[in-house]
């Protein structure tokens, strides 16, 4: 039988820890797969003090120099951690959310408002993950399978696991958002399986909320672990995310499977090279993947992307697998995710975008004044279009103060590109909209401003309070004008996304002042411009 040979493996579990490629922490590929933004530098060897010892002692560590550094040695000194560590406190965490709301009608204090939203939307979504992950199947030998997932099934990961895909060979239908694509033993281990517990947590059947569709079927092998008894035809040796994805043309709905890969890397993050990139990625459909973010998939990955044609009608065997928490969990992350009143800044959120950057190399560039950047993104689509832009632009433009540019995110301009413009945005403007999603990628100073939100407030307000971006939105309705009522097309009712706007001039302008106004007064803007003023060099700097 067929075997593909990987990398470096993935240790997978906090009790089933296995061995990696990089035994005793040996350099692996000159310590490539870190990789991380300097800020995350001292929480990441803060989990591996072995592995900081050898970089501080080994000239050919690119990260010597940084351990080296009095702000690394004040951040280790002060107990740097992510948030979600055993003996983590919470002035240590990599950041700390705020919530300058009041708690009356939420919460009983202050306090309760602020553990809820880091339960909620931070670092605390993490720690509980790791707190709940339960062993369904157990090991009883070095070679055996096993099983570990948190409640409800939302998060898994094992090891020598089998899938049967044979039967795929034979479905013409599409496969995407099915529950039917594995039957009854047709995922399993050789392990001591916990059947009540596991189906204990079959409470949240759904597609893209829990690995219950797939799990509810697995199966102890009774014969012997399934790559030793050589029942695999294709055996995967590299780390591997089996991912059920939402809508990979919208990037709000995208990015939510982003968002929960990274936070399933934490939840993972149990071996040195967790966040490296010699991994596989399967996505659960039959359908290419393709999409106008694909780059960002080069985050996490550097290999193709797989999909079930890639391995249908074979049985298919992980050496470790990981099942990611997925984009529409029940009270999950961001989609679904029930932010309490008043809070904002989540510290997963922030770390996220400064991840995704720090991969794809995107970096604030050099200002040659002090004006504030503004982004118009213009739609080139048939609804929400906003009909009187052009004299919106114009207005705008004449105030010597403002650096004023109007884009279009189409797929004439790549996504790399798109998030350099937005990281070196100070005010981004925009109808609502999925491209209002790059707001996780603004400086921490910037506001968002929702040129008019189409009736639906909350969507792009909550995710600016994630990521802790300044928010703004048309704020006198008389004041603009739609081209009709809108339709939905499919139902025959009044739907506001469903037409385009024009806006008043004077008002327009005024918001737009209050928006930089904001930009200008925050202390980070403050000292980036005196950063700048210090050096004629570009800023390459990362965000703390």
């Known amino acids: ?100 709301g009041s708690h009356v009608g939420y919460v009983k204090s202050k306090q309760a408002q602020l553990d809820t939203f880091y339960s909620q939307a931070d670092f605390g979504f993490v720690r509980d993950q790791i707190r709940e992950t339960r062993i369904m199947c157990e090991p009883q030998f070095p070679h055996d399978s096993s099983l570990e997932c948190s409640k409800y099934l939302r998060y898994c990961r094992g090891r020598n696991l089998m899938i049967n895909f044979t039967d795929l060979a034979h479905r013409s239908e599409p496969l995407r958002y099915k529950m039917d694509v594995l039957g009854q033993g047709q995922i399993g281990g050789h392990c001591r399986l916990h059947g009540k517990r596991l189906r204990d947590e079959l409470q949240h059947i759904s597609p893209l909320q829990s690995w219950g569709p797939e799990l509810r079927f697995f199966k102890r092998l009774e014969d012997g672990p399934p790559i030793e008894d050589g029942r695999c035809d294709v055996v995967i040796e590299k780390p591997t995310f089996i991912m059920k994805i939402d809508a990979a043309i ?33 996505i659960w459909e039959s359908f290419t993947y393709q999409s106008p973010f694909a780059d960002t ?91 009187n832009e052009d004299e919106l632009m114009a207005r705008i433009a004449q105030n010597p103060t403002y650096d004023v540019q109007r884009v279009s995110y189409g797929h004439e301009l790549s996504f790399v590109e798109q998030l350099r413009i937005t990281r070196n945005t100070d005010v981004f ?39 802790g971006v300044h928010y703004l939105t048309w704020e006198r309705d008389h004041l603009v004008h739609p081209d009709g009522e809108g339709k939905h097309p499919e139902r025959d009712e009044r739907h506001a996304k469903f037409t385009n706007y024009a806006f008043d001039v004077n008002e327009f302008e005024r918001l737009v002042a209050k928006a930089a106004n904001h930009v200008k007064d925050h202390p980070a803007f403050q000292n980036f411009l005196s950063a700048k003023k210090s050096s004629n060099r570009p800023t390459k700097k990362d965000e703390l």
């Open 250 to 282: 919208n990037m709000y709905h995208h990015f939510c499977d982003f968002l929960n890969l990274y936070a399933s890397l934490h939840v993972n993050l149990s071996a040195p090279a967790s966040f490296g990139t010699d991994t596989h990625v399967l």
């Open 297 to 387: 998939f080069k985050v996490f990955t550097r290999n193709p992307i797989a999909d079930l044609k890639t391995y249908a009608g074979k049985v298919v065997c992980f050496r470790n697998v990981v099942l990611p928490l997925l984009p529409r969990m029940i009270f999950g992350l961001y989609y679904n995710t029930p932010i309490i009143y008043g809070c904002e800044n989540s510290g997963l959120f922030h770390a996220f975008s400064e991840h995704v950057l720090h991969r794809l190399r995107v970096r604030m560039t050099a200002r040659p004044d002090d004006r504030i950047r503004i982004t118009f993104l213009s739609r080139q689509t048939r609804y929400r279009r906003v009909l």
């Open 1 to 100: 039988m067929g075997r593909v040979r990987g990398g470096a493996v993935l240790a997978l579990g906090v009790k089933l820890v296995l061995l990696t490629l990089c035994t005793q922490y040996a350099a692996c590929d000159k310590y490539e797969y870190i990789n991380l933004p300097k800020a995350h530098l001292p929480m990441y060897f803060r989990r591996f003090p072995a592995l900081e010892k050898q970089c501080a002692e080994d000239e050919t560590c690119p990260y010597q120099k940084v351990l080296a550094s009095q702000s690394y040695q004040t951040r280790k000194d002060a107990g740097a951690c992510w948030g979600y560590e055993e003996g983590c406190t919470e002035r240590a965490r990599y950041a700390n959310h705020t919530c300058p």
């Open 429 to 467: 403007i925009g109808m609502h909209g999925a491209g209002l999603t790059h707001l996780l990628f603004l400086p921490k100073w910037a506001t968002l401003f929702e040129l008019y939100h189409c009736e639906d407030p909350n969507c792009y307000r909550d995710l600016a309070r994630l990521r």
